[in-house]
């Protein structure tokens, strides 16, 4: 019996650094899953002279999504979004550090999935909502609650595992 | 290995080299600069998560550390900055984790297993006394009891 003891300490440690391979440390916890979103008041990409602040996406659920056109991995996720939006998901955009034209130029070229882009230029709102690099999609309750976020590229395997529950949950 | 060596120095003095170009903008307040960094250090960049916020050079760092001169010059204080960076990304800038119910195990787990090492290490060396002394009954015994060759 106590000769199975250091193995049996052996195999729980193995079993935590089995855990830990499939773990991603990118997957930080937000802390603002369950609170109201940040404010904020930008201009608007698609309509110059136009602002945007989150108050004004109320009333059903949303997703705001980060990105940049300088962002390569934003671009593998741009198919899954144009699919998102053709299925009636709200989606807005948050243009992260950079300038609009870029922005503006590329989705006339590989097309626009957004509802409208938000423009932060200098990045302030996107570290006000704790964004630590593109892409990050978050999804807002119709009471203007954040509810899920996710860093890197959306997929379809990880829109089912996170978001899709939630918005059924809710019945958007 | 040499050249290993030499490239390690040539990137930590790069490294040094770049710190020294950003914070020339801010030589009008040294003070302010030495709290900024005294206070950064302990703050982990979230971006390039094994660097502290003082020494990382990601865009996002650089931001960071200006957002928080900013918020110095305000005059606010050492904690509210903190907390300033807390509500935005949790506790996991913090390279010094407040002591809260899911971080307990983290800041007892040494002591703990320290305690649980001396517990055993006790066990172990009251066991083996034991049994010298038993081997040395054993001993006395068969010392009278040993038959004759």
């Known amino acids: 019996m106590k000769r199975w003891l250091p193995f049996a300490v052996f195999a729980v440690l193995l079993g935590f650094l089995f855990v830990g391979l499939w773990l991603d440390p990118r997957e930080v916890p937000s802390p603002f899953i369950g609170k109201p979103a940040p404010a904020f008041?930008?201009?608007?990409?698609?309509?110059?002279?136009?602002?945007?602040?989150?108050?004004?996406?109320?009333?059903?659920?949303?997703?705001?999504?980060?990105?940049?056109?300088?962002?390569?991995?934003?671009?593998?996720e741009h198919p899954f979004l144009m699919q998102l939006a053709a299925s009636g998901?709200?989606?807005?955009?948050?243009?992260?550090?950079?300038?609009?034209?870029?922005?503006?130029?590329?989705?006339?070229?590989?097309?626009?999935p957004y509802v409208l882009?938000?423009?932060?230029?200098?990045?302030?709102?996107?570290?006000?909502?704790?964004?630590?690099?593109?892409?990050?999609?978050?999804?807002?309750?119709?009471?203007?609650?954040?509810r899920a976020k996710h860093s890197g590229p959306l997929s379809e395997r990880v829109w089912n595992r996170k978001f899709a529950p939630l918005l059924q949950g809710k019945g958007s | 290995m040499r050249g290993l060596a030499g490239g390690l120095i040539a990137l930590a003095l790069l490294g040094q080299g770049t710190a020294a170009m950003e914070a020339r903008p801010n030589a009008d307040d040294p003070a302010l600069e030495q709290r900024l960094l005294a206070l950064a250090a302990d703050l982990r960049c979230v971006v390039c998560q094994n660097e502290s916020l003082a020494e990382s050079r990601a865009p996002l760092a650089k931001d960071l550390r200006q957002e928080v001169r900013e918020l110095m010059r305000k005059g606010r204080t050492d904690r509210e900055v903190v907390e300033y960076l807390t509500t935005r990304y949790g506790d996991f800038v913090l390279y010094r984790p407040p002591f809260k119910p899911v971080t307990y195990l983290l800041w007892t787990g040494p002591a703990l297993f320290l305690v649980v090492g001396a517990i055993v290490w006790f066990l172990t060396i009251r066991r083996r006394q034991r049994r010298a002394a038993a081997d040395r009954v054993l001993d006395d015994d068969g010392g009278t009891q040993t038959p004759l060759s």
């Open chain 1, 41 to 76: 008041s930008l201009p608007v990409l698609e309509r110059p002279g136009q602002t945007f602040s989150p108050d004004q996406a109320r009333g059903r659920p949303w997703l705001l999504n980060v990105w940049a056109p300088w962002c390569r991995t934003c671009r593998k």
């Open chain 1, 89 to 112: 998901v709200r989606l807005y955009g948050l243009n992260w550090q950079d300038q609009a034209r870029e922005a503006a130029d590329l989705l006339a070229e590989i097309g626009n």
């Open chain 1, 117 to 146: 882009n938000a423009v932060d230029h200098d990045g302030r709102a996107g570290i006000d909502w704790g964004v630590t690099g593109v892409p990050e999609t978050f999804l807002i309750d119709a009471d203007g609650i954040i």
